[in-house]
């Protein structure tokens, strides 16, 4: 009996040491992700092109307020459960940077020599002069509209505001009860940075880094009353609450609306459902003020815990730094419709080949450098809804303008003060 | 000499008694206990979830909260969170006790009736949250497709100031009736017929019958369901984050809501904290009166 106790035991002491080097082998970089189901597979290919593939986990942890919640979270248990590369949005990266939450990434760069000469955002994941996440999307606010439409009844979006009277009566179709039937333009009013091109274009402040607003001057209101004209003579469709969002896909899809803006990361998703319904997508940008021809910018960084156990670090910055070289964020550019993280990128072999499938993108690669990030403030969040709020009172409840936005420039202020 | 053994044995009984709630109570102070204590503890900090420190600030989170940019808040979530209780218990209770009228029949037919109207209660409130998000849409959704068959316009149920919470409330009268129908049914099996046949003796008709004899016999059922219904959906979560986020304009920022954006997306968790810990005081304060009043005015002889 002792000898076959004896081999039974060597037996499992050698299972538990290769189950164990397995453990080890497998799986030691955590990378979470943000991308929907549908770009799942592809990202799933690109990180198997990474030499140390099989080392890697991905995992899909939700939008990216929920992964750093969870990021967080892990960070007040100890750190055990954190990820090794993790995304963080643009608003996000310098309150995190100040408190320590993610690593600063200039050892690294230094040691790797990566180069970030043409890395479009860059200053934007940069705190105190130091890079603590390198850029891995891009997404800018985008116009697509519908070309089909557009060819067939001779329809031009307007480049200037100037142009914009014209282009709505011209794009918006009326039932004979005089209800709209096609809606010229859709402006999804449940995020500020769909509409904060709007104020930008005719240099009005949203808010600055004091907190200051000038939503409220004289050009606000006359820019807000205008648009309110629009909607109330159903050229314009005010998008807010809960179903805006599929309410504005399903009607563009339908041909129920001519040109609606999104996040240029949705480009895919309308072009592939336009096209099964017969349609081409447009793309261009938001039509010019008189002081600028800009629109909202926003994205992600990948970044690493600083709280991540010290001997994971390296393998962690080599995959971000795979992730977000030039090469595979274009690869990735070209299965999402994130924009190319790199000024240069589109210039590659396979940029060339990008614009040559999607010719449309060229519009919004032409006018990167004229894309505006918003603020970064610790109460953003907050001052964002204010602005949403605010503005649907004032378009869908006629709400009085000037009082409104007189409110919402005190209650700007007064959330900048409370988060001192 | 046999006084003192008897003695002793209730003393030796009254011990092992207490022994055997002992692990319940161990239960009950890791799990409800420590939290609450825990809470009160971080609302006399300044932790921002993102900051690895906790510094002792006293109450400056409850100056906030009472004299600071939190009171306007914080009485506005209060009063949404009373409304969409009053709506919740009102319409439960009523559709509850109607179906319990309705159901009270033991055919098969009427058994499996009785089962698809408890089951709503029973299926995640997010996946039905998700349907009913999609039944109330303005553009596209069955509610309004009805409505425009009957000739009527369109009701923007979630995005409209004047009927996002009363969606709200019809969602969850929806989900809640059918239980509130197998509590009454049950308590209505209790009642005994001797009351009812009396009455029908003297001539009550069923109406009569109900309002004199079932109703106040009933009561205490009423009352469980009326303290339970009030504690239940005055932690309203689920159906707020899906359906509405607190919209339009913060007309269904309900308490719970409010506490989760201020800790998770504001991370400003202590002050959520001393929010959260002042809703529990409100908790305990109307559980309490409402088990004092009950004691003193509620029949249990059925």
Known sequence: ?420 | MSVGIGKRLKARRSAFDFLCTVPALILFAIFTYYPIAELFRISLTDWNLSRATQNYVGLKNYEWLFAGRGWSQFISSLQITGLYTLGEVALTLIFGLTLAHVFDRMTRWFNFMRVAVIMPRYILVSSTSLVFMWLYNDMYGVFNYFLSLLGLSPVRWLTSRDTALLSLILFSGWRMGGYAMLIYLSAIKGISEQYLEAAEVDGANGWQKLIRIKLPLLAPTTLFLTVTTIVSSMKVFQQVDILTQGGPYKTTMVMVYQIYKLAFEDHRLDRASAEGFIFFLILLLFTAVTMRWSNRNVSYDA
């Open chain 1, 1 to 420: 009996m002792k000898p076959l106790r004896k081999c039974f035991a060597l037996l499992l002491a050698l299972a538990l040491l290769t189950g164990c080097a397995s453990a080890f082998a497998e799986g030691d970089v955590l990378f979470w992700h943000t991308l929907e189901e549908m770009y799942r597979a592809d990202l799933g290919e690109l990180v198997n092109q990474y030499e140390h593939a099989d080392q890697v986990t991905v995992e899909y942890q939700g939008r990216v307020a929920e992964i750093l919640q969870k990021v967080l979270a892990a960070n007040v248990q100890g750190g055990s459960e954190l990820p090794s590369v993790f995304p963080v949005h643009s608003s996000e990266i310098k309150n995190l940077a100040r408190d320590g939450v993610v690593e600063n990434l200039d050892p690294y760069i230094e040691k790797y020599g990566t180069d970030l000469t043409n890395m479009n955002m860059k200053d934007v994941y940069a705190y105190e002069g130091s890079q603590y996440g390198l850029t891995w999307t891009i997404t800018g606010i985008s116009v697509f509209y519908n070309k089909t439409i557009a060819e067939q009844e001779g329809i031009a979006f307007p480049k200037t505001w100037d142009e914009m009277d014209e282009f709505l009566h011209k794009a918006t179709k009326k039932n004979a009860d005089g209800t709209t039937a096609r809606y010229a333009m859709w402006i999804p009013g449940w995020d500020s940075y769909y509409f904060t091109w709007i104020f930008w274009n005719f240099g009005v402040v949203t808010v600055d880094e004091e907190g200051n607003s000038t939503l409220n001057s004289e050009k606000a209101a006359q820019i807000v009353a205008q648009v309110k004209g629009w909607i109330d003579e159903g050229l314009i469709m005010w998008g807010y609450g809960s179903n805006g969002s599929s309410n504005m896909r399903s009607a563009f899809w339908a041909g129920e609306a001519f040109a609606i803006f999104h996040t240029s990361s949705q480009y895919k998703n309308h072009y592939d459902n336009m096209l099964s319904r017969g349609y081409e997508v447009g793309v261009a940008v938001p039509p010019a003020g008189d002081t600028a021809n800009t629109t909202e910018i926003f994205g992600m960084s990948l970044c690493i815990p600083a709280k991540l156990d010290e001997s994971k670090k390296d393998d962690a910055y080599q995959l971000l730094q795979y992730l977000c070289s030039k090469d595979t964020d274009c690869a990735m550019a070209s299965f999402t419709g994130f924009l190319a993280n790199y000024s240069d990128a589109m210039e590659t072999e396979a940029g060339k080949a990008f614009l040559a499938e999607y010719p449309e993108m060229a519009n919004l690669y032409d006018h990167i450098a004229d894309m505006t990030c918003a603020v970064q403030l610790p109460c953003y969040t907050a001052i964002t809804d204010v602005m949403e709020e605010g503005l649907a009172q004032i378009f869908l409840e006629n709400a009085d303008m000037q009082a409104t936005l007189d409110y919402m420039v005190d209650e700007i202020a007064g959330l900048y003060e409370d988060s001192l």
